[in-house]
């Protein structure tokens, strides 16, 4: 059975209205307005996602109330399949994540969520963030 990618997962999901980017040394370097929510499996998922290639990929656990919380990655989300680890578009390739943290309040009844993200880049120390802003997610 091939591995399940996250072309996959966003053909579940539904678009919001909003906003996803990526920040380096005080510079944004990529920018979606097409953001995808959902749930997949026990996985919420936060997905901006220009064309096939370029993508900010987040996730927070199912189990989450309305309110603040901050995620630390990869401890929380053991359960992922490698082909649906984090990932962040720096200039063009998606690069994997290897730690992180995710800071994302919900809405009343999940009617709206925003956050910010802040991750170091597989492979290198090098660090980027971003911040993203959803109305009807999940």
Known sequence: MPALSYADVVKDLKASTGTINVMQDSKEIFKSERVYYGLHGSTRFIIGYE?????????????????????????????????????????????????????????????????????TLKGSREEVGGNFKMSNPW
């Not at 989300?77 to 720096?90: E, M």
């Open 51 to 119: 064309g096939q290639y370029r993508q900010v990929a987040l996730c927070a656990p199912k189990d989450l109330e309305d309110g603040l919380h901050t995620v630390v990655y990869p401890e929380d989300f053991a359960q992922l399949p490698d082909s649906l680890k984090w990932t962040v578009d720096v200039n063009g390739v998606n690069r994997e994540i290897e730690k992180g943290t995710l800071t994302v309040t919900f809405g009343l009844e999940g009617e709206s969520a925003e956050g910010s993200y802040h991750v």
